[in-house]
């Protein structure tokens, strides 16, 4: 089983700041990462895939980058909305597994 | 709109069963890969198990495998999750997911509401 690790597990910034959260897998995952947010509530959104793919509707200002076993989220100009859990998520091997999360507190 | 509705959930004892299913609409059902994937309380994300498009290929989460048993039926647009000899552990908000693209394992990009599974005596 691949694992995912997120750091860090907490960021705390302020709106307009930049924040960069960190996925390493256990074992190159070449491009098939996603990222995911989470708010209490409500469903899983997708982000980000394959890496660097923008989902639909997803805004500019969310970008994904890396490969093998590094990958990143950055999320530039923060919002007040963008206060959430975020989820790496690989899909080369089963099972598919999830990181476990880094929690964005909007100051 | 592309729409994923889950039902089915609700409370249950330990080693009971439950069937949980999913409605989709707005994208043709039979194209896509789709998954069922768990939240428990206060607690990540974890992926549970997948059918391919045809329903010719089925994967499952380590800890649910022998246990639960995912299918379709596309002339419902449908997707099901028959979990068995259920345990306190599987409570969790339990949501179907749709890949990005048709075809292909991938990512989630459409969601159900979610449905709360509580398994407790």
């Known amino acids: 089983e691949i694992v995912l690790t997120q750091s860090p597990a907490t960021l705390s910034l302020s709106p307009g700041e930049r924040a960069t959260l960190s996925c390493r897998a256990s074992q190159s995952v070449t491009k098939y990462l996603a990222w995911y947010q989470l708010k209490a509530g409500q469903a899983p959104r997708l982000l980000i895939y394959d890496a660097f793919n923008r989902a639909t509707g997803i805004p500019a200002r969310f970008s994904g980058s890396g490969s093998g076993t590094d990958f990143t989220l950055a999320i530039s100009s923060l919002e007040p909305e963008d206060s959430a859990v975020y989820y790496c998520q690989q899909r080369i091997n089963w099972p598919y597994t999830f990181g476990q999360g880094t929690k964005l507190e909007i100051k | 709109e592309v729409q994923l509705v889950e039902s089915g959930g609700g409370l249950v004892q330990p080693g009971g069963s439950l069937r949980l299913s999913c409605v989709a609409s707005?994208?043709?059902?039979?194209?896509?890969?789709m998954s069922w994937v768990r939240q428990a309380p206060r607690r990540g994300l974890e992926w549970v198990a997948s059918?391919?498009?045809?329903?010719?290929?089925?994967q499952y989460g380590d800890s649910v495998k022998h246990r639960f048993t995912i299918y379709r039926d596309s002339a419902q647009n449908s997707l099901y999750l028959q979990m068995d000899s259920l345990r306190v552990e599987d409570t969790a908000i339990y949501y179907c997911?749709?890949?990005?693209?048709?075809?292909?394992?991938?990512?989630?990009?459409?969601w159900g509401q979610g449905t709360m599974v509580t398994v407790s005596s």
């Open positions: 997911a749709k890949v990005v693209i048709p075809f292909d394992t991938g990512a989630f990009d459409i």
């Open positions: 059918i391919k498009h045809d329903g010719s290929e089925i």
């Open positions: 707005g994208f043709t059902f039979s194209s896509y890969w």
